[in-house]
């Protein structure tokens, strides 16, 4: 089993940042895209930014610029740097990761895992 636990999330005013992090752990031999989606209510959740195990990344345009993802392979941790936040970004932020336990490169993934979601609020 793999676990994923997210933190970070808060109240901020706009113009504010925010860190959140996510950390996998569990049986686990690789993890190949690890990603944060947003959920705000009344809407779909949404892809916000995501990383590949070799440092790609891709972010949905109303956060680029603002919002960096990182992570660290050694720790399967992920993070989300929020800079500039807005009061249309205030939601549920989730955590996913997909990946192996087992020594594979390539297939299905063994395991496709979410955190249970941290909130963020952007508010004067």
């Known amino acids: 089993q793999v676990q994923v636990v997210e933190s970070g999330g808060g109240l901020v005013q706009p113009g504010g940042s925010l860190r959140l992090s996510c950390a996998a752990s569990g049986n686990i031999f690789s993890i190949e895209p690890m990603a944060w989606y947003r959920q705000a209510p009344g809407k779909q959740r949404e892809l916000v930014a995501v990383?590949?195990?070799?440092?790609?990344?891709y972010y949905v345009d109303s956060v680029k610029g603002r919002f960096t993802i990182s992570r660290d392979n050694a720790k399967n941790t992920v993070d989300l740097q929020m800079n500039s936040l807005k009061p249309e970004d205030a939601a549920v932020y989730y955590c996913?990761?997909?990946?192996?336990?087992?020594?594979?490169?390539?297939?299905?993934?063994?395991?496709?895992?979410w955190g249970q979601g941290t909130q963020v609020t952007v508010s004067s």
């Open positions: 996913n990761v997909r990946g192996y336990s087992t020594r594979k490169y390539a297939g299905p993934y063994d395991f496709d895992r």
């Open positions: 990383i590949t195990s070799g440092g790609s990344t």
